[in-house]
């Protein structure tokens, strides 16, 4: 598989992901409430993430302070979206809820003045 492919590939996962989180979020939101769905989701992605690093010695995490500072926001803005698809999947569905994700990205590249590598 060519490097462009297995990038499709890889994107097309990510978005069948997407897909299946904001109704699986949005269903511990409708249960337990929308900080505890958002904790429960960042909980999650944590331990999928942090069992690798952990056999792989922490990987390059010592390294975070060379990052740029207002780089470290972007757990913040996980935070912000995992919220947001929360609010709106019970009421506008998955479909709309991503669209509407969609176009503020589109509206925020327009304006960014961060480097899109």
């Given at each position: 598989?060519?490097?462009?492919a297995?990038?499709?590939?890889?994107g097309?996962?990510?978005?069948?992901?997407?897909?299946l989180?904001?109704?699986?979020?949005?269903?511990?939101?409708?249960?337990?409430?929308?900080?505890?769905?958002?904790?429960?989701?960042h909980?999650?992605?944590?331990?999928?993430v942090?069992?690798?690093?952990?056999?792989?010695?922490?990987?390059?995490?010592?390294?975070?302070?060379?990052?740029p500072?207002?780089?470290l926001?972007?757990?913040?803005?996980?935070?912000?979206?995992?919220g947001?698809?929360?609010?709106?999947?019970?009421?506008?569905?998955v479909?709309?809820?991503?669209?509407?994700?969609?176009?503020?990205v589109?509206?925020?590249?327009?304006?960014s003045p961060?480097?899109?590598?």
């Amino acid at each position: 598989m060519t490097s462009l492919a297995l990038i499709i590939v890889i994107g097309l996962v990510g978005g069948v992901a997407i897909g299946l989180q904001a109704p699986l979020a949005s269903a511990i939101n409708q249960r337990l409430g929308i900080l505890e769905s958002v904790f429960i989701v960042h909980l999650g992605g944590m331990v999928a993430v942090g069992v690798p690093l952990l056999f792989m010695g922490g990987g390059r995490l010592a390294q975070w302070q060379t990052l740029p500072p207002y780089t470290l926001t972007a757990g913040l803005l996980g935070v912000v979206c995992v919220g947001s698809t929360v609010l709106m999947v019970p009421r506008i569905g998955v479909a709309a809820a991503l669209i509407n994700a969609v176009i503020g990205v589109a509206a925020y590249l327009q304006k960014s003045p961060l480097p899109q590598e």
